[in-house]
C-alpha cells in the first residue's frame, strides 16, 4: 500500500486529524492536491449540501451551530465550511462569532472548517468545492456551507449548494437590500431568523409579497419559516424545508440536472485553474527576455501596448508548442 493509499484509507474512515490535513493540503496547492482528489471522488456524492447565506447580523453562525445540533440528534454525520471572502486564510481557526460551533468540535460525527477565499479567482465556488468533496467521502451525510461576507458570495453558494437557505431577521430594509442584491433569486427557502424580536411577522409578510411576483408561476416556491436560533425554535421545520426541497428535485428530476451541470462547471474551473497556471509559470521565465518592461519602467512606452506586445509573444511560442 502507498503512502497516498493509506492516506485516503484514513480520510474514508473519518479520522479526524487526516481529514483537517487533507483540506491544508488542498487548500495551501500541496502537488499532493490532485491524485488525493482523483482517489477519493469515487467515494464521493452522497452527502447532501445545503447553503447558508443572508444579511449580516442575522444569526447565521447561531443558526448553524443549532442545525449542527438537531441533525446530530437525527444521527447524521455533520460537515461544516463556514466561509470568510473576506478574510485571509487562518489556519483552520474559527472566525469571529462562529467560536460558538467549538462546543461541537469533540463530537466525532462533526468536522468544522473555516476557511476564506485569498482571493482566489471563481471565490468560493472553486476553493470551496475541494474541501466539500473531503467533507463528502470522509463520511458526512450533510455539508452546511455558511458564507460571512457580502457580495458576489452569496450568489457564488448556488453553485455549491444542492438547496440554498437565505436567512434574514427583522431589521430595516432587510428583505429590500436582500433583493436588490440577487439573493432572493437564488433562495430555495426563506429563514426568518431571530423571530422572537418585534417585526418578524412584516419580514416573512415582506417576503410572501415578494415571493408572489417573482415566483408567481415557478413550480417551487420556496417556503419561509420563521426561527430563533436563541430560543431554539424552528430549526426542526428548517430541516423539514430542506428535505421538502430535496423530493421536489428529485420527482422533478432536476437533482440529477443540477448536479450534472455542477460536475461540468468544476471541469471548467479546474482546466482553467491549471491553464492559467501553466500561462503565469510561463510569462514569469519570459519576462526578463523583454525589453518593454524596462521602457515602462523608465516610462518611454505606455503598459497597454506593452502588455499586448507581452501577451502576442507568449502566445506565439504556446503555439509553436
Given at each position: 500500500?502507498?503512502?497516498?493509499?493509506?492516506?485516503?484509507?484514513?480520510?474514508?474512515?473519518?479520522?479526524?486529524?487526516?481529514?483537517?490535513?487533507?483540506?491544508?493540503?488542498?487548500?495551501?496547492?500541496?502537488?499532493?492536491?490532485?491524485?488525493?482528489?482523483?482517489?477519493?471522488?469515487?467515494?464521493?456524492?452522497?452527502?447532501?449540501?445545503?447553503?447558508?447565506?443572508?444579511?449580516?447580523?442575522?444569526?447565521?453562525?447561531?443558526?448553524v451551530d443549532r442545525l449542527i445540533q438537531y441533525l446530530r440528534g437525527q444521527g447524521k454525520?455533520?460537515?461544516?465550511?463556514?466561509?470568510?471572502?473576506?478574510?485571509?486564510?487562518?489556519?483552520?481557526?474559527?472566525?469571529?462569532?462562529?467560536?460558538?460551533?467549538?462546543?461541537?468540535?469533540?463530537?466525532?460525527?462533526?468536522?468544522?472548517?473555516?476557511?476564506?477565499?485569498?482571493?482566489?479567482?471563481?471565490?468560493?465556488?472553486?476553493?470551496?468545492?475541494?474541501?466539500?468533496?473531503?467533507?463528502?467521502?470522509?463520511?458526512?451525510?450533510?455539508?452546511?456551507?455558511?458564507?460571512?461576507?457580502?457580495?458576489?458570495?452569496?450568489?457564488?453558494?448556488?453553485?455549491?449548494?444542492?438547496?440554498?437557505?437565505?436567512?434574514?431577521?427583522?431589521?430595516?430594509?432587510?428583505?429590500?437590500?436582500?433583493?436588490?442584491?440577487?439573493?432572493?433569486?437564488?433562495?430555495?427557502?426563506?429563514?426568518?431568523?431571530?423571530?422572537?424580536?418585534?417585526?418578524?411577522?412584516?419580514?416573512?409578510?415582506?417576503?410572501?409579497?415578494?415571493?408572489?411576483?417573482?415566483?408567481?408561476?415557478?413550480?417551487?416556491?420556496?417556503?419561509?419559516?420563521?426561527?430563533?436560533?436563541?430560543?431554539?425554535?424552528?430549526?426542526?421545520?428548517?430541516?423539514?424545508?430542506?428535505?421538502?426541497?430535496?423530493?421536489?428535485?428529485?420527482?422533478?428530476?432536476?437533482?440529477?440536472?443540477?448536479?450534472?451541470?455542477?460536475?461540468?462547471?468544476?471541469?471548467?474551473?479546474?482546466?482553467?485553474?491549471?491553464?492559467?497556471?501553466?500561462?503565469?509559470?510561463?510569462?514569469?521565465?519570459?519576462?526578463?527576455?523583454?525589453?518593454?518592461?524596462?521602457?515602462?519602467?523608465?516610462?518611454?512606452?505606455?503598459?497597454?501596448?506593452?502588455?499586448?506586445?507581452?501577451?502576442?509573444?507568449?502566445?506565439?511560442?504556446?503555439?509553436?508548442?
Amino acid at each position: 500500500m502507498t503512502e497516498l493509499q493509506a492516506f485516503v484509507r484514513q480520510i474514508l474512515s473519518g479520522h479526524k486529524r487526516s481529514v483537517a490535513r487533507a483540506i491544508s493540503l488542498v487548500e495551501n496547492e500541496d502537488p499532493i492536491k490532485l491524485p488525493l482528489l482523483e482517489a477519493l471522488y469515487p467515494h464521493t456524492g452522497t452527502a447532501y449540501v445545503l447553503g447558508i447565506t443572508g444579511s449580516p447580523g442575522a444569526g447565521k453562525s447561531s443558526l448553524v451551530d443549532r442545525l449542527i445540533q438537531y441533525l446530530r440528534g437525527q444521527g447524521k454525520q455533520v460537515g461544516v465550511l463556514a466561509v470568510d471572502p473576506t478574510s485571509p486564510y487562518t489556519g483552520g481557526a474559527l472566525l469571529g462569532d462562529r467560536v460558538r460551533m467549538v462546543r461541537h468540535a469533540t463530537d466525532t460525527g462533526v468536522y468544522i472548517r473555516s476557511m476564506g477565499t485569498r482571493g482566489n479567482l471563481g471565490g468560493l465556488s472553486r476553493s470551496s468545492r475541494e474541501v466539500i468533496r473531503i467533507l463528502d467521502a470522509c463520511g458526512c451525510d450533510v455539508i452546511l456551507v455558511e458564507t460571512v461576507g457580502v457580495g458576489q458570495s452569496e450568489l457564488d453558494v448556488m453553485h455549491v449548494a444542492d438547496s440554498v437557505c437565505v436567512v434574514l431577521h427583522p431589521g430595516a430594509g432587510d428583505v429590500v437590500q436582500a433583493f436588490k442584491a440577487g439573493i432572493m433569486e437564488i433562495a430555495d427557502l426563506f429563514v426568518v431568523n431571530k423571530s422572537d424580536l418585534p417585526g418578524a411577522e412584516n419580514v416573512v409578510a415582506e417576503i410572501e409579497e415578494m415571493l408572489d411576483v417573482s415566483r408567481k408561476e415557478a413550480a417551487w416556491r420556496p417556503p419561509v419559516v420563521k426561527a430563533s436560533s436563541k430560543e431554539d425554535r424552528g430549526i426542526g421545520e428548517i430541516w423539514e424545508a430542506a428535505e421538502e426541497h430535496v423530493r421536489y428535485l428529485q420527482e422533478s428530476r432536476l437533482w440529477d440536472e443540477r448536479r450534472s451541470q455542477k460536475a461540468a462547471e468544476e471541469v471548467v474551473e479546474i482546466a482553467r485553474e491549471l491553464i492559467l497556471r501553466d500561462i503565469s509559470a510561463r510569462l514569469e521565465q519570459l519576462v526578463p527576455e523583454l525589453s518593454c518592461i524596462e521602457e515602462v519602467r523608465t516610462r518611454q512606452r505606455d503598459p497597454y501596448s506593452a502588455a499586448r506586445q507581452v501577451a502576442e509573444q507568449l502566445l506565439g511560442r504556446l503555439e509553436l508548442g
